[in-house]
């Protein structure tokens, strides 16, 4: 139980264009949704926590504008990459809480790389 | 904020030695610490976890020990074999918040 589906796995898209990635709770209902990006050999770096219903909430030095979350329904979230430049390339992960391992528990999707040539 | 540092950045060992890599948090709020196994291009797998009220937790080959009062946390892997060569997080949570991940440790387990 508790997967999160994510795609596309991989996208080359031209500068200037965006790009929509998207997580989905396939068994459950995943009412907050993380979303992560990573540099080559980086950690982890959140950008934004979006909860169903409402505006996300992005961490500091994230373009909202740039980077926009849509979580419509608890088993969708979305992030759209918009006017994308070759230094947006990276590894974006979500990640939804698991509602019934309490209080913790947390399952990743499989990621996109993206690429921006 | 939260913040996590973890060492080493990278780190080699003998197929059949132990491992061992290290991890400190700054929010003494933080009560849950889980490591993640990444393989490259791929998701973090959750390999163990521990939460504030327990000292250490084993599986296995795997063991984590935590210590609250100096706020660092370690993960121990014995006998280790060339599968175990990957990237390890660690990472740090106060109750409801997102996880912060540590920088990341390479592991190369030399056969």
């Known amino acids: 139980g508790a997967v999160v589906s994510q795609h596309p796995s991989r996208v080359i898209c031209k500068s200037g264009t965006s790009v929509k990635i998207e997580c989905r709770s396939l068994d459950f209902q995943a009412t907050t949704m993380f979303w992560y990006r990573q540099f080559p050999k980086q950690s982890l770096m959140l950008m934004a926590t979006s909860n169903e219903g409402s505006k996300a909430t992005y961490e500091q030095g994230v373009e909202k504008d740039k980077f926009l979350i849509n979580h419509a329904s608890l088993t969708l979230s979305t992030l759209t990459v918009t006017s994308a430049h070759p230094e947006d390339s990276s590894f974006y992960i979500c990640?939804?809480?698991?509602?019934?391992?309490?209080?913790?528990?947390?399952?990743f999707g499989s990621g996109t790389r993206l690429t921006v040539v | 904020g939260e913040n996590v540092e973890q060492h080493p950045s990278t780190l080699s060992v003998q197929e059949g030695d132990s491992a061992v890599i290290k991890c400190t948090y700054s929010?003494?709020?933080?009560?849950?610490f889980p490591w993640y196994k990444q393989e490259l291009g791929k998701r973090p797998q959750l390999i163990i976890d521990?939460?504030?009220?327990?000292g250490e937790k084993k599986d296995q080959r795997i063991a984590v020990t935590l210590n609250k009062t100096a706020k660092h946390f370690s993960l121990h892997i014995t006998e280790t074999q060339p599968e175990d060569s990957a990237v390890y997080f660690c990472a740090a949570q106060v109750r409801n918040t997102p996880l912060v991940f540590g920088k990341g440790t390479r592991l190369s387990v030399i056969a």
């Open positions: 990640s939804a809480r698991v509602p019934w391992q309490r209080d913790y528990g947390y399952t």
């Open positions: 929010d003494s709020a933080s009560n849950y």
């Open positions: 521990i939460r504030s009220n327990v």
